[in-house]
């Protein structure tokens, strides 16, 4: 299929064997696996995965590719033209039996779209056992990054507090046509099993991360001065910036916040 990639929907499309193959073995799909990967592009992952699988969703925004592959008319695929910021990710996960088997989002993400369609996916986290994204680098090294370092933000606090994360590939521009001007990595995202805030406290940490992080350069006291009287912050903390608090200890503050 001669298919232009559209800036609009941010589609660069992967085409090194090797790095599909590492991709697709992370992924690991089992027969009973329920799959949705997200634009499937050109099916770079999507052909290898359903070969593994029994049924494999599709969720795809381009009108284009979504009639390409339901003319493929392959068993066991079923395509939803859909936005992912829109999809109601939960209804999908609760509409697979509890039956044991894995429930897994995958897909090359749209770099233009990632931080909100990953904030977007925590409401179903309940219900995925994991997911397997590509995305451009710089937003993975975020995602996974360690209190106290540089790229340590409001991305960190809040995928860490609800997901397992690890980056586990690096992928250059080269695997992709067109190229993009940035480098990619996989990362692995596991709901963490420890997650216990309900959604009062969800909402207290979300206020309180994003406070923190508003003027990164500035301290705590400046950045939590609305909090102050609630949260009794130690002196070294009111000196401290955001990049310098655990995602445990934002947790604590979300509690006492809620509470």
């Known amino acids: 299929m001669m298919h232009r990639a559209r800036k609009r929907f941010g589609q660069n499309f992967l085409q090194d064997a090797s790095v599909i193959y590492s991709i697709v073995s992370l992924i690991n799909p ?29 969720l795809e925004i381009d009108r284009d590719l979504v009639a390409y592959w339901r003319q493929q008319n392959l068993q066991g695929l079923n395509v939803i033209e859909g936005d992912a910021l829109q999809f109601d990710f939960r209804e999908w996960a609760k509409s697979h039996p509890q039956d044991g088997a894995l429930c897994k989002v995958v897909g090359n993400l749209p770099y233009n ?12 986290a309940d219900y995925i056992n994991e997911q397997v994204f590509m995305l ?41 046509d067109p190229q993009p001007k940035v480098n990619s990595a996989v990362v692995r995202m596991i709901p963490r099993s420890d997650f216990d805030l309900t959604d009062v406290q969800w909402s ?26 609630q949260l009794t912050l ?26």
Do not use: C
């Not at 779209?113 to 179903?124: K, N, R, T």
């Open 30 to 58: 089992s027969p009973d696996a329920h799959i949705l990967e997200i634009g499937p592009g050109l099916g770079a992952l999507t052909k290898p995965l359903l070969s593994n699988v029994n049924q494999l969703d599709l």
């Open 113 to 124: 779209i990632s931080s909100p369609l990953l904030f977007h996916l925590v409401s179903a």
């Open 234 to 259: 130690a002196n070294e903390e009111l000196r401290a910036r955001a990049q310098d608090i655990s995602v445990d200890r934002y947790i604590e503050w979300a509690k006492v916040l809620a509470a």
């Open 204 to 229: 207290a940490l979300e206020k309180v991360v994003a406070a923190a992080f508003s003027q990164r350069r500035k301290m705590l006291r400046t950045n939590l001065q609305d909090f102050s009287q």
């Open 136 to 176: 451009q680098a710089e937003v993975v090294e975020r995602m996974v990054a360690v209190a106290g370092s540089s790229d340590f933000s409001r991305l960190s606090v809040m995928l860490q507090a609800r997901y397992y994360m690890e980056q586990v590939l690096d992928v250059p521009p080269e695997a992709f």
